[in-house]
């Protein structure tokens, strides 16, 4: 019971955390030598526990937005360029596409990435965060609207690149909205926001191979990953008012050093 909790936490830290939860939870798995029959059924748990939490604390921004699409499709380029809400749903579904097109063509391959590679995506995830250090000289931020589809469509890219253990979907996404000029408010709601259609295709997919359910590890991940997620999430969005996203980056490096030798190592013996 005690394995389920402990992955139950590091998938609820890492997932908004721009450490890579994928990443962290497949050597977790590897040093627990969690080899449950059901670990389908509680990855999907896990993944449903944090995406729960993020619907609690963005729910504002999500009734709003759904509200300001259906209002706004009656005059798309009023409400496109005058109705936030609107504009913001027109934005996750276009940043939405590159990760639905990338996730149904690699889904295979991913699940059998060399655990030494993730180290390596980790040394590329921390890098890339402390290059997130130079975005406070951009002095003019965007907004919703001053930001592009443009824009938004980069970082869409930028979220189906984390589709790869090790590369973390929030530090990408935060990243590359910050280097493109977006304020940290934004950026943050943004890329979480953009996250919800993401995971929840993820769960969909998971669901068309799940035959068995372990309803003991599905409910220790559910209720851990939610209630740690939401404390790892205010955390984050705490770090990115305050200018700190970077300092992530030192993490991952070292870990992501760490990881690729050591299994480096165990590949070669």
Do not use: W
């Not at 997919?205 to 939610?226: C, E, H, P, Q, R």
């Amino acid at each position: 019971m005690i394995k389920p909790i402990i992955l139950g936490f590091i998938q609820a830290i890492t997932e908004f955390l721009p450490v890579s939860s994928s990443g962290h939870l497949r050597i977790a798995e590897y040093f627990l030598n969690f080899n449950a029959n059901n670990i389908l059924s509680f990855e999907i748990a896990l993944h449903f526990g944090t995406f729960l939490a993020t619907c609690l604390i963005f729910r504002k921004d999500i009734i709003n937005t759904i509200k300001g699409f259906f209002s706004g499709l009656n005059n798309f380029k009023y409400s496109s360029e005058h109705n936030e809400y609107f504009r913001i749903a027109i934005m996750i579904i276009i940043a939405s596409i590159p990760i639905a097109i990338v996730g149904l063509f690699l889904e295979k391959y991913l699940s059998n990435l060399p655990l030494n590679r993730i180290g390596l995506n980790l040394i590329i995830t921390g890098s890339i965060l402390l290059l997130t250090r130079k975005t406070d000289s951009i002095t003019e931020k965007k907004d919703t609207f001053t930001t592009t589809y443009y824009n938004v469509f980069m970082i869409g890219i930028a979220q189906a690149l984390a589709v790869f253990p090790g590369i973390s979907r929030s530090g990408m996404t935060i990243s590359v909205a910050l280097f493109l000029g977006l304020n940290r408010d934004f950026a943050g709601r943004f890329s979480f926001l953009i996250s919800l259609p993401a995971i929840f295709g993820a769960l969909l997919l998971s669901l068309k191979d799940l035959k068995d359910f372990n309803i003991v590890y599905a409910i220790a991940g559910l209720i851990t990953s939610f209630v740690f997620g939401i404390i790892a999430l205010k955390f984050l969005l705490l770090f990115l008012k305050r200018g700190k996203l970077f300092h992530f980056g030192f993490y991952c490096i070292i870990v992501g050093f760490a990881i690729y030798l050591y299994f480096t190592n165990v590949a070669v013996n």
